[in-house]
């Protein structure tokens, strides 16, 4: 399904990168659009501390219950996985050319929807989270066999430069 989405939004969504000749310029291109990829991760963070605020637990630090758990888990694993979205991003906005820079945005899109995605189907049930995270692993998985298929491959003269 993602890569159905990715090609459908590059395809039909009327917009292009600008114009970035140097890597320099392409990393801030990629750090500006990974910031709208924080917004799940600060939601969660919020919502996240409203539950544990109006939660009913007699001890604020003891155990959580599931209510406060599932915003908790949410935010956590998030963290873990902008982390490596956001590094392999990075290597790869080097390595794109020109003309398909555009998936910059588009697979940014592509990390905030399924994240919260995957939030709304961990709070309906744990046995349907796979789907939301299937869309936010696969990605990045794909950008990370793309990223050593460059580095190792392609270009290893170029790989400590």
């Known amino acids: 399904l993602c890569p159905c989405l990715i090609y459908g939004a590059y395809v039909f969504l009327p917009f292009d990168a600008p114009l970035l000749p140097t890597v320099s310029a392409r990393l801030v ?8 990829a924080t ?9 996240s501390g409203t539950s544990r605020l109006c939660s009913s637990a007699l001890e604020p630090f003891g ?3 599931r209510e406060v758990e599932i915003h ?19 290597v790869l906005a080097t390595y794109l050319p020109q003309e398909v820079l555009k998936l910059i ?3 940014t899109g592509l990390f905030a929807i399924s994240r919260l995605i995957y939030w709304l189907s961990y709070a309906i049930g744990r046995s349907f989270r796979a789907f939301g995270f299937s869309m936010t692993f696969l990605p990045l998985l794909a950008m990370l066999l793309w990223n050593l298929y460059n580095m190792f491959v392609l270009e290893p003269e170029n790989l400590l430069a």
């Open 63 to 65: 155990d959580l219950r």
């Open 39 to 47: 917004f799940p991760i600060v939601l969660g963070m919020i919502v």
């Open 105 to 107: 945005p588009l697979l």
């Open 72 to 90: 908790r888990t949410y935010v956590s694993q998030s963290v873990h996985l902008f982390i490596l979205y956001f590094f392999n991003m990075a």
């Open 29 to 36: 291109y990629t750090l500006r659009c990974t910031a709208f």
